[in-house]
């Protein structure tokens, strides 16, 4: 199936998880996604991704130079960073039970519902 | 897999960071850097990496729409034709520019063989400011004066001013080729000045076409005028002819020599041998008349003959008479009454058929 519109849903929460123990320049944090599964993922919408998180402060960044390339620019999660993953960790959680247990035509119990919509 | 590439960005990269960069300008400047910036390093460690060039570099215009979703940033504001005070960058002919010098790049570098003939080309670069001065001169030369033919080194009409004007052409040719005078080459320079120079390349390869035509214009209006004029009338002009004039009309006569009507003629080939139903006039004014087909169900057929005549003032028979004011269609008046019998030069056995049921249509292609 395509996976590109669940993807958009999740994708802050994928790129928070990936840089939530070793800071990453773009690439690398579009490699640990692809090697982490989600293979389909476009390298457009990770960096920009990168960029609404710092934005948003949930990303500090800094700039490493090189010497015969392009300067490569590292993102690391900030405390505010892992609140939210923390925060839309447990909220995926709970929607992921909510989906399965639909799709396996059990009645979803009542805060699981909230949690979904 | 923090392992530091210390990729050199490619030029395919750049031009393409360019052309992103070129369709964020409505951005604010901080917005816009935030977005770009390490994206170099990205993709060309992307590419160092082994993906495909063409995966990697696609659209420019999809990827900075991807881009600014990602980034919750709004999409493209439509600012077309706000270019005139060239306040950033003169808009969307240098975006144009930049996305065709990327996409011609990234083609390049898909194949071996085309990467040896893009180097083997940059290589002999300097061979073609040569060419493209000595163009430019011969132009000169072949505008200006009698006509003569092309030569190696041009004439100008004085001694030594053609080798001259040419090397003064090389020299500045080459110079523009180098980037040291206006208005140079390469991408990073103002959109008028990569128009002028792409507009100069152009036409120095057009205008070679232009020496040979005026060289065949000079030819007709010599001596061979009138035998390449008659040579193109009759190669060019449609229609039935008759030594370059139009054939209106056709008559044929049996081999009693009495008039046949409605005789269908082909060439050997099967084409019906066709009058133009707009050459099928004669005479002028209220004396024309214009050539009617035979009719097959409703269609006339100018293949049959003689076509019939009506006085018409102006157009074809093909037009309804009504709306030409158009007179009572009649039979023509043949040429001859009569033509001396003729007989075949195939023996025959069998007994003459009748005059009226003769077969036309043996006529040669």
Same mark, same amino acid.
């Given at each position: 199936?395509?996976?590109?519109?669940?993807?958009? %849903?999740?994708?802050?929460?994928?790129?928070?998880?990936?840089?939530?123990?070793?800071?990453?320049?773009?690439?690398?944090?579009?490699?640990?996604?692809?090697? %982490?599964?989600?293979?389909?993922?476009?390298?457009?919408?990770?960096?920009?991704?990168?960029?609404?998180?710092?934005?948003? /402060?949930?990303?500090?960044?800094?700039?490493?130079?090189?010497?015969?390339?392009?300067?490569?620019?590292?993102? %690391?999660?900030?405390?505010? /960073?892992?609140?939210?993953?923390?925060?839309?960790?447990?909220?995926?959680?709970?929607?992921?039970?909510?989906?399965? @247990?639909?799709?396996?035509?059990?009645?979803?119990?009542?805060?699981?519902?909230?949690? @979904?919509? | 897999?923090?392992?530091?590439?210390?990729? +050199?960005?490619?030029?395919? !990269? *750049?031009? &393409?960071?360019?052309?992103?960069?070129?369709?964020?300008?409505?951005?604010?400047? *901080?917005?816009?850097?935030?977005?770009?910036?390490?994206?170099?390093?990205?993709?060309?460690?992307?590419?160092?990496?082994?993906?495909?060039?063409?995966?990697?570099?696609?659209?420019?215009? +999809?990827?900075?729409?991807?881009?600014?979703?990602?980034?919750?940033?709004?999409?493209?504001?439509?600012?077309?034709?706000?270019?005139?005070?060239?306040?950033?960058?003169? =808009?969307?002919?240098?975006?144009?520019?930049?996305?065709?010098?990327?996409? &011609?790049?990234?083609?390049?570098?898909?194949?071996?063989?085309?990467?040896?003939?893009?180097?083997?080309?940059?290589?002999?670069?300097?061979?073609?400011? $040569?060419?493209?001065?000595?163009? #430019?001169?011969?132009?000169?030369?072949?505008?200006?004066?009698?006509?003569?033919?092309?030569?190696?080194?041009?004439?100008?009409?004085?001694?030594?001013?053609?080798?001259?004007?040419?090397?003064?052409?090389? !020299?500045?040719?080459?110079?523009? =080729?180098?980037?040291?005078?206006?208005?140079?080459?390469?991408?990073?320079?103002?959109?008028?000045?990569?128009?002028?120079?792409?507009?100069?390349? $152009?036409?120095?390869?057009?205008?070679?076409?232009?020496?040979?035509?005026?060289?065949?214009?000079?030819?007709?209006? =010599?001596?061979?005028?009138?035998?390449? #004029?008659?040579?193109?009338?009759?190669?060019?002009?449609?229609?039935?002819?008759?030594?370059?004039?139009?054939?209106?009309?056709?008559?044929?006569?049996?081999?009693?020599?009495?008039?046949?009507?409605?005789?269908?003629? &082909?060439?050997?080939?099967?084409?019906?041998?066709?009058?133009?139903?707009?050459?099928?006039?004669?005479?002028?004014?209220?004396?024309?008349?214009?050539?009617?087909?035979?009719?097959?169900?409703?269609?006339?057929?100018?293949?049959? &003959?003689?076509?019939?005549?009506?006085?018409?003032?102006?157009?074809?028979?093909?037009?309804? #008479?009504?709306?030409?004011?158009?007179?009572? !269609?009649?039979?023509?008046?043949?040429?001859?009454?009569?033509?001396?019998? !003729?007989?075949?030069?195939?023996?025959?056995?069998?007994?003459?058929?009748?005059?009226?049921?003769?077969?036309?249509?043996?006529?040669?292609?």
């Amino acid at each position: 199936m395509d996976t590109t519109q669940l993807l958009k %849903g999740v994708l802050d929460l994928a790129v928070l998880a990936v840089v939530e123990d070793d800071d990453g320049y773009g690439y690398d944090v579009l490699r640990r996604l692809r090697t %982490g599964g989600l293979t389909e993922v476009g390298d457009a919408s990770v960096y920009g991704t990168l960029r609404r998180l710092y934005a948003a /402060g949930a990303l500090t960044s800094y700039v490493v130079p090189s010497d015969e390339g392009p300067h490569r620019k590292y993102y %690391g999660i900030t405390p505010i /960073g892992r609140t939210q993953l923390e925060q839309q960790t447990k909220d995926w959680a709970s929607f992921s039970d909510t989906v399965t @247990a639909l799709l396996h035509h059990q009645t979803p119990h009542h805060h699981q519902q909230g949690a @979904a919509s | 897999m923090n392992d530091a590439l210390n990729t +050199a960005t490619r030029p395919e !990269v *750049e031009a &393409f960071v360019a052309e992103v960069r070129a369709r964020l300008t409505d951005l604010s400047d *901080e917005e816009r850097e935030e977005l770009l910036g390490g994206l170099e390093a990205d993709l060309s460690d992307q590419l160092a990496d082994g993906a495909d060039l063409r995966d990697v570099l696609g659209d420019p215009a +999809a990827y900075a729409a991807e881009l600014r979703a990602a980034a919750g940033l709004p999409e493209r504001a439509r600012n077309r034709g706000r270019w005139l005070p060239p306040v950033r960058r003169p =808009g969307d002919l240098g975006d144009d520019l930049d996305r065709v010098r990327a996409w &011609f790049l990234g083609l390049v570098e898909l194949r071996p063989w085309s990467r040896q003939a893009w180097d083997v080309a940059s290589a002999i670069r300097p061979a073609w400011w $040569v060419l493209r001065a000595w163009v #430019a001169v011969t132009f000169v030369d072949q505008a200006t004066g009698s006509w003569e033919y092309v030569t190696l080194v041009p004439t100008l009409g004085v001694d030594l001013l053609g080798p001259l004007v040419l090397l003064v052409a090389v !020299v500045v040719s080459t110079l523009i =080729g180098l980037g040291r005078l206006w208005p140079g080459s390469g991408p990073d320079r103002p959109l008028l000045a990569r128009l002028l120079l792409v507009v100069a390349n $152009v036409a120095a390869v057009l205008l070679p076409l232009s020496f040979q035509l005026s060289d065949q214009h000079e030819y007709d209006a =010599g001596g061979g005028g009138g035998y390449y #004029a008659g040579y193109h009338d009759g190669a060019h002009q449609a229609g039935l002819r008759l030594d370059g004039d139009e054939v209106r009309n056709v008559f044929a006569y049996n081999r009693d020599g009495r008039l046949i009507q409605g005789a269908q003629l &082909f060439r050997g080939n099967g084409e019906p041998l066709l009058v133009r139903p707009r050459d099928a006039h004669l005479g002028r004014g209220v004396e024309r008349t214009v050539g009617c087909g035979w009719f097959n169900g409703t269609s006339q057929l100018f293949n049959v &003959f003689p076509l019939a005549e009506r006085p018409q003032r102006r157009g074809s028979c093909l037009e309804e #008479a009504e709306l030409r004011d158009a007179g009572p !269609v009649a039979t023509p008046e043949p040429p001859f009454a009569a033509v001396p019998p !003729v007989t075949s030069p195939v023996p025959v056995a069998e007994p003459e058929t009748e005059p009226d049921t003769e077969k036309p249509g043996e006529t040669g292609g």
